[in-house]
């Protein structure tokens, strides 16, 4: 299994940025995919997540109203989009893939994933 996360860059304030996740090397049916970030000197954090086969989705609070996360099955593909950024947004953003996850409960930990991306920055200045 691969994930490649993309799309981070600048951004004022106020901006959007979508990320894109691609991944590969199997089929997703009946997994968890999620997005987290890490800021330095924190640790990782959720962001976002869904499950690969249903229309739930999860977001923190700090997220909420903001983030929209979304795939396209057809082309493996999951992505954030992300409006409204703030400064405190800025960190590096990665994607995650959850092989047997929890279905009682809701996939925002990230020990529970299994397959990560290389992340990508996203650096939001005031």
């Known amino acids: 299994v691969q994930l490649q996360a993309s799309g981070g860059g600048l951004a004022q304030a106020g901006d959007s940025l979508r990320l894109s996740c691609a991944a590969s090397g199997r089929t997703f049916s009946g997994w968890a995919m999620g997005w987290f970030r890490q800021a330095p000197g924190k640790e990782r954090e959720f962001v976002a997540s869904?499950?690969?086969?249903?229309?739930?989705?999860y977001y923190a609070n700090s997220a909420k109203g903001r983030f929209t996360i979304s795939r396209d099955n057809a082309k493996n593909m999951m992505y954030l989009q992300m409006n409204s950024l703030k400064p405190e947004d800025t960190a590096v953003y990665y994607c995650?893939?959850?092989?047997?996850?929890?279905?009682?409960?809701?996939?925002?930990?990230?020990?529970?994933?299994?397959?990560w991306g290389q992340g990508t920055q996203v650096t939001v200045s005031s």
């Open positions: 995650a893939a959850d092989r047997n996850p929890d279905y009682s409960s809701s996939p925002t930990r990230p020990y529970e994933y299994d397959y």
């Open positions: 869904m499950w690969w086969s249903g229309d739930t989705t």
